[in-house]
């Protein structure tokens, strides 16, 4: 099993582009988020969903808009981005919202 | 918001010496989780224990419930070079659709 993969790892945009960072897992999972990752803020939660065609805010979730139309994938749209939204991006799944998760590798973003 | 507070921020140790990481939380829970991450690099789920639980072990690793301090502790025994990450909590909910909310980390660092 691949797990959780996430494409790209790397990506520079300039300010204003949209890009779609994919997730997809093979876990069979209903539960899957996006959290974004800047140095000293932890985690924080972007948008998560607890099944196909249902989504819902995290902490995060201006600048951003995602769609869950299969179990297995959850993309991430940058709707028009701006600097502000240079982070790291992790997906993540889980069997439902409060166990164990499991991670993929990360998009490392940078908006110029 | 974040939940869990990990205490301390940063922790450096001689190699085979015992690391000690601390995590506060506010509200109640149905689970509290312990997950490594090496730099640049997704998370990895290290433990899980249950609010009914008080110790649970897991190889070198020792985490204990303290939940009428909202507290934990992740004891990592006899410290190896490849420990060296960021470890951080998080905290389940009742609600099998919640989410998790992770603290923002305790980086370890292990001296040769």
């Known amino acids: 099993n691949a797990g959780v993969t996430q494409t790209p790892k790397f990506q520079v945009l300039k300010t204003g582009q949209s890009m779609t960072l994919q997730c997809a897992q093979d876990m069979n999972h209903e539960y899957m988020s996006w959290y974004r990752q800047d140095p000293g803020m932890g985690l924080r939660l972007i948008h998560y969903s607890v099944g196909a065609g249902i989504t819902d805010q995290g902490e995060v979730p201006n600048g951003y808009n995602v769609s869950r139309s299969t179990t297995e994938d959850f993309p991430l749209r940058l709707l028009s981005a701006a600097p502000s939204q240079t982070s790291v991006y992790f997906c993540?799944?889980?069997?439902?919202?409060?166990?164990?998760?499991?991670f993929g590798q990360g998009t490392r973003l940078t908006v110029v | 918001s974040q939940q869990g507070e990990e205490d301390p921020q940063a922790l450096s140790i001689q190699e085979g010496e015992n690391a000690t990481m601390n995590c506060s939380y506010k509200t109640s829970i149905n689970n509290l989780q312990w997950y490594r991450q090496n730099s640049g690099r997704g998370l990895v789920h290290l433990i899980l224990i249950r609010s009914n639980e008080r110790e649970k072990h897991s190889g070198r690793l020792r985490v204990t419930l303290d939940t009428s301090k909202k507290s934990s502790s992740l004891l990592i025994t006899a410290s190896r070079a490849a420990d060296t990450a960021s470890y951080f909590c998080?905290?389940?909910?009742?609600?099998?659709?919640?989410?998790?909310?992770f603290g923002k980390g305790t980086r370890l660092h292990i001296l040769p």
């Open positions: 993540a799944s889980s069997s439902f919202g409060n166990t164990e998760a499991f």
């Open positions: 998080a905290t389940g909910t009742m609600n099998r659709d919640d989410k998790i909310i």
